[in-house]
C-alpha cells in the first residue's frame, strides 16, 4: 500500500509570491492534516480536512488556506510568503472518524523565502 | 491548552535500552503516539498506545502509560545505531485528528 505523497519535496520562492503543496493520502483515508515544522515553533498544527471539509484549524494567519478534493487529496496554499514561512511543510493521513485515530505522514515539503 | 513536555537529548550505548520520557497535559486524549524522524525525512508511526491502557510492547518497543501522572513513556531494548533520531511523543485529543506535539528528544547511539 502506498504511503502518504507530498510533492513537490523542494520548494524555493520569494516573498510576496504564493505557493501550492499537494498531498496524497494513503488509499481508504479520508482525514488529511498539514502541519508546519520549524527549529524554533516545532511541529505546529494548521488545519485537518475530513470529506472535503475543514474539521479543525490551528492558530495560524488567513494567508494559509487548504481545501481537499473528492478523492481525499487534499492542496495546501499560503499567500503573500514571508521569511518566516520557511519550514517543512508535513501532511498526515487517517482513516477519519469521530475520534483521534493514527496518522500516517508523509516526507514533507521542504518550503524556503529568499 | 495542550502542552506536551520531553527532554532534549538523550545519549545511550548500543546494545542498552534507551527510555524516552514525555508528559502531557491533555486530560480528554484519546490516543497518545510515538513518532520518530530522521534527517531530512518526514515523521515515522512507531507506535501508539489508547488512553485506557497502560502498556503496549511492540517487538523492542515497549510504550508505558501513567493516565493519573500524565506521563508516557517508550523504551528501546537492545538500541542500535539505525535508533539514532528525534523521537516526538504526541497527544491526539477527543474529535477530529489534531495532534499536540512535544518538542522532540534527539537520541545518540554510540558504539
Known amino acids: 500500500k502506498a504511503g502518504v505523497t507530498q510533492t513537490p519535496r523542494y520548494l524555493i520562492k520569494t516573498r510576496g509570491q504564493q505557493v501550492t503543496l499537494s498531498c496524497s493520502p494513503i488509499s481508504g483515508h479520508r482525514s488529511v492534516s498539514w502541519y508546519q515544522q520549524t527549529p524554533g515553533q516545532g511541529l505546529q498544527f494548521l488545519f485537518e480536512y475530513f470529506s472535503e471539509t475543514q474539521r479543525n484549524k490551528g492558530n495560524f494567519p488567513g494567508r494559509f488556506s487548504g481545501r481537499q478534493f473528492s478523492n481525499s487529496r487534499s492542496e495546501m496554499n499560503v499567500s503573500t510568503l514571508e521569511l518566516g514561512d520557511s519550514a517543512l511543510y508535513l501532511c498526515?493521513?487517517?482513516?477519519?472518524?469521530?475520534?483521534?485515530?493514527?496518522?500516517?505522514f508523509g516526507d514533507g515539503t521542504r518550503l524556503s523565502i529568499l | 491548552g495542550e502542552d506536551v513536555e520531553q527532554s532534549l537529548f538523550l545519549s545511550v550505548r548500543e546494545g542498552d535500552s534507551s527510555v524516552i520520557n514525555c508528559t502531557y497535559t491533555d486530560s480528554s486524549s484519546t490516543y497518545l503516539y510515538w513518532y520518530k524522524q530522521e534527517p531530512g525525512a518526514g515523521l515515522q508511526l512507531l507506535t501508539y498506545i489508547f488512553s485506557n491502557m497502560d502498556m503496549k510492547q511492540d517487538q523492542r518497543l515497549t510504550v508505558l502509560l501513567n493516565k493519573k501522572d500524565k506521563h508516557l513513556s517508550l523504551r528501546i531494548a537492545d538500541t542500535q545505531t539505525g535508533d539514532s533520531a528525534i523521537y516526538f511523543c504526541a497527544e491526539g485529543g477527543g474529535g477530529g485528528n489534531k495532534l499536540t506535539f512535544g518538542t522532540g528528544t534527539q537520541l545518540k547511539v554510540e558504539l
Open positions: 498526515a493521513s487517517s482513516l477519519g472518524g469521530q475520534n483521534n485515530q493514527p496518522q500516517h
